[in-house]
């Protein structure tokens, strides 16, 4: 009987020890909780971003920076007078575009106008290649007088010497841009930077007639 009193001390540091065991499988089972629902959130979130477009425009003929094929330029069939354009492909314009204008300029000879064009609504996404003053552009499309004065599209030609020349998409919040007439580039130019919802470019190079 003297021994109950040793045993009793022990029993209860038994008892304590399962009761701290029993709290670290608890915290252990709520991190890991918390972690499921971190890593749900992450998902859901990389879903969202993936099913927003970017607004893009770009010539399948040549990419950003590079080249422009002799083609477009006045090396190719039919020299200064042809009128042979790129194609021309955007998308993904933001919401509520009612209409676009394109303005292609030689950006290293003062923004000479190669050529212009803006369009009645939103439905046209593209323009062909060698469309440009020959009755096939969409419909709705109206194009304005370059800088020699021609209407439609003007082959680059610097001479030799490098240029860069810039392709620029607005898409616009109004199809109603307050033009009439001939336009200029200059107005084409304000109206649609004083509409625009967004607007992206691309650039080509080209040393052609040299």
């Not at 010539?59 to 042979?84: K, M, R, V, Y």
């Not at 030689?106 to 000479?112: S, V």
């Not at 392709?167 to 336009?183: E, I, K, M, R």
Request: hydrophobic share 35%; net charge negative.
């Amino acid at each position: 009987m003297r021994s109950l009193p040793f045993l009793l001390p022990l029993v209860l540091l038994a008892c304590g020890e399962g009761t701290v065991l029993d709290d670290d499988v608890v915290e252990t089972d709520t991190d890991t909780d918390t972690d499921t629902d971190t890593d749900t959130d992450t998902d859901a979130d990389s879903d969202t971003d993936t099913d927003v477009g970017t607004f893009t425009f770009y010539s399948p003929d040549f990419a950003d920076g590079t080249e422009i094929p002799a083609l477009f330029t006045c090396d190719g069939p039919g020299g200064w007078s042809a009128q042979h354009n790129p194609d021309l492909v955007w998308e993904n314009a933001p919401a509520g575009t009612a209409a676009y204008a394109m303005i292609y300029v030689d950006i290293d000879l003062g923004d000479w106008r190669h050529w212009a064009f803006f369009t009645s609504d939103a439905s046209v996404t593209g323009i062909v290649e060698a469309t440009s003053n020959t009755g096939s552009m969409p419909a709705g499309v109206t194009e304005l007088r370059s800088g020699d004065n021609r209407t439609g599209y003007v082959p680059n030609c610097p001479g030799g010497a490098e240029h860069r020349y810039q392709f620029t998409l607005y898409a616009l919040s109004t199809a109603n841009l307050g033009l009439s007439g001939n336009p200029t580039f200059a107005e084409l130019k304000s109206a649609a930077e004083a509409n625009a919802l967004d607007s992206v470019s691309f650039i080509g190079r080209s040393a052609a007639g040299g």
